[in-house]
């Protein structure tokens, strides 16, 4: 399958601080990729999706302002937690759709493939 | 209601047993339904997708969708330490937007 990956893996820093999170598709364009954040011993939780060229959209809930996201190339999007604060700390997981992947799915349908994740912990 | 349900476990079995993870999902609309193993502090992967109603195969792993009863199964058959994991369910909605269950965590002893 493709290949996601995620840069830092991990990262440790201070409250107030602001933190990009790098998200990248290896062998493949992704014109959408999203990105989540998943609680200890909870599901993902899709914060908000990042088409290339143009504003991300945002679940309900989730601070456009807080969680800037920009996606300038096709295998390249990244999210930057501005300001953060301890209740910040959480698992960021991107994924990448590949809209010609060879799943048999196509479109909004197109399979996502996920990078390995970056835990932010925020002191 | 959650849109998708998942019981978190967890659940441990022994080495060859039979493994049935479940899910329910509350809108009929749904058509594509996922299994996605999750080592920890790792990201998802997918395991299997489903289309509609009906079952599919895969070496050890069987997925089931019936949707009159909105109910999606994962079967591990010869379960194996590396089996070990947490399997998220997931459904698509019509945008394409992946909707998780809270996922369960397997542990399968040797």
């Known amino acids: 399958g493709a290949v996601v990956s995620q840069h830092p893996s991990r990262v440790i820093c201070k409250s107030g601080t602001s933190v990009k999170i790098e998200c990248r598709s290896l062998d493949f364009q992704a014109t959408t990729m999203f990105w989540y954040r998943q609680f200890p011993k909870k599901s993902l939780m899709l914060m908000a999706t990042?088409?290339?060229?143009?504003?991300?959209?945002?679940e309900q809930g989730v601070e456009k302002d807080k969680f800037l996201i920009n996606h300038a190339s096709l295998t390249l999007s990244t999210l930057t937690v501005t300001s953060a604060h301890p209740e910040d700390s959480s698992f960021y997981i991107c994924?990448?759709?590949?809209?010609?992947?060879?799943?048999?799915?196509?479109?909004?349908?197109?399979?996502?493939?996920f990078g390995p994740g970056t835990r932010l912990t925020v002191l | 209601q959650k849109e998708v349900e998942q019981d978190p476990g967890p659940l441990s079995v022994p080495e060859g047993a039979i493994v049935s993870l479940n899910c329910t999902y509350s809108?009929?609309?749904?058509?594509?339904f996922m299994w996605y193993r999750q080592y920890s502090r790792k990201g998802p992967e997918l395991l299997m997708y489903?289309?509609?109603?009906g079952n599919k195969e895969d070496g050890r792993f069987t997925a089931q969708v019936d949707k009159s009863s909105k109910y999606i199964s994962l079967f591990i058959r010869d379960s194996q330490p590396s089996d070990s994991a947490t399997y998220l369910c997931a459904t698509s909605s019509n945008t394409g937007k992946l909707i998780f269950g809270q996922g369960t965590t397997l542990q399968v002893k040797p």
């Open positions: 809108n009929s609309a749904f058509q594509y």
């Open positions: 990042s088409n290339e060229g143009s504003k991300a959209t945002y």
């Open positions: 489903t289309y509609s109603s």
């Open positions: 994924s990448a759709r590949d809209p010609w992947g060879t799943s048999g799915r196509g479109g909004v349908f197109a399979e996502q493939f």
